[in-house]
């Protein structure tokens, strides 16, 4: 699952700074004034707008600088803590949620469906490494779809890429001095740009060995081949997906798009992909395609037969929508609109219902979206991922 507590231990880290930074200056010695140190015995003068004239001594001064100082720390503290404490407890309800969604899904998939008749049937091509082609056999994952490479963009390439920019750069600024320290610098220089070197020939930028590993798709799931080997997957092993999309936009225009996916399986494995990944534009609806074609036919039947079915805080039922507290019967129910991450249900005048949520806290989103729709009666609609 998408992790939920980094809001929280960086509320928690700032938070604990600033009850450090309270205690550090209640305690502190030094007393300025105008920006000058100040010494027992000293005055400050303080002039408002107004022209009111305000003489201080040392123990003044450092009395009020020790309280200003003090609630300043404080107020930070207590603010970051609070947040902390509210990502905490929103990371724990969601938890609770995504716990009951995979309850559910192992329970509806457990449900027998007839073989598809559709399912591919090709052999994969000559250029799919034999261990892929081995765990795809193995795994049953049967006839060969396509084929997706890495990432070009490798998280390695970049970091070591900025450590050898540091790098040139203070060789650079040693060289205008000569003598030992660019020699030295220069030497410290050469480790980080040998290392972005090794790491761009293995690269698929570079790599011909590189380029075959990636993501091999089949009827039944797919292989994953890396550097530390091959796994296979199967669609109707996956429990639950989310993904989380933020595209970036300068004036209007997107100028970059993060995508996450993470995945939990049945068999307990789990898997976190992103851009370095794979092209995660394409492999990500493809993902969520999969799942939606192996729960979807399940989950009717499981609505059917009286079972609820909850997709973080939303949960479906054969009567309808519950959202918290609220609920909605599916006769209300018009359609669902997704804008910038966010999900909304709407009735059939087109007003919102129920509340929205973002879609990076509904697993198995596609699922969800086309049980929606199929239940309300709705037309299927070209649900942004």
């Known amino acids: 699952m998408i992790p939920h507590y980094r809001g929280a231990v960086i509320g928690a880290v700032v938070g604990v700074a600033g009850l450090a930074l309270a205690a550090f200056l209640a305690t502190s010695s030094s007393v300025s004034c105008d920006g000058h140190d100040m010494s027992p015995g000293d005055q400050c003068v303080h002039i408002s707008d107004s022209g009111t004239r305000t003489v201080n001594s040392f123990d003044d001064e450092l009395s009020s600088q020790r309280t200003t100082g003090a609630l300043s720390g404080g107020a930070i503290a207590v603010l970051f803590l609070g947040l902390a404490g509210a990502q905490l407890a929103g990371g724990r309800r969601r938890e609770r949620e995504s716990a009951a969604a995979g ?45 997706l490479q890495p990432g070009k963009r490798s998280a390695a390439l970049i970091y070591v890429g900025l450590l050898a920019a540091v790098g040139i750069l203070m060789f650079a600024l040693a060289a205008g001095r000569g003598g030992t320290p660019a020699v030295v610098f220069g030497l410290i220089a050469l480790v980080p740009v040998a290392a972005w070197v090794a790491v761009l020939v293995r690269s698929p930028l570079v790599s011909k060995k590189a380029r075959q590993l990636g993501f091999h798709l089949f009827a039944h799931g797919f292989v994953r081949a890396t550097a530390a ?10 429990v639950t997906i989310y993904q989380s999309i933020i595209r970036q936009q300068v004036y209007g225009a997107t100028t970059n798009t993060n995508y ?14 992103n851009n370095f990944s794979a092209d995660m534009r394409v492999l990500g609806p493809i993902l969520q395609e999969q799942v939606a074609r192996v729960q979807v036919p399940r989950a009717l039947q499981y609505l059917h037969a009286g079972r609820p079915i909850p997709f973080g805080a939303y949960t479906l039922t054969n009567a309808g929508v519950t959202n918290g507290g609220k609920s909605a019967p599916w006769s209300e129910i018009g359609g669902l609109k997704v804008a ?21 806290t509904i697993p198995n989103f596609l699922t969800f979206a086309t049980l929606v729709e199929r239940m309300a009666g709705q037309p299927a609609s070209n649900v942004r991922l």
């Open 340 to 360: 910038n991450g966010a999900l909304r249900l709407s009735r059939r005048d087109g007003k919102a219902i129920l509340g929205g949520r973002k879609v990076s």
């Open 103 to 147: 309850q559910a899904t192992r329970e509806l998939l457990s449900i027998p469906l007839p073989p598809d008749p559709a399912a591919p049937a090709n052999p994969p091509p000559p250029t799919i490494p034999a261990d892929a082609v081995q765990a795809a056999w193995q795994a049953q994952l049967g006839g060969y779809v396509t084929s």
């Open 260 to 273: 996450i996916y993470a995945l939990e399986f049945a068999d307990g494995r789990a898997l976190t992909l």
């Open 229 to 238: 080997g091959v796994q296979a997957y199967q669609w109707d092993q996956i």
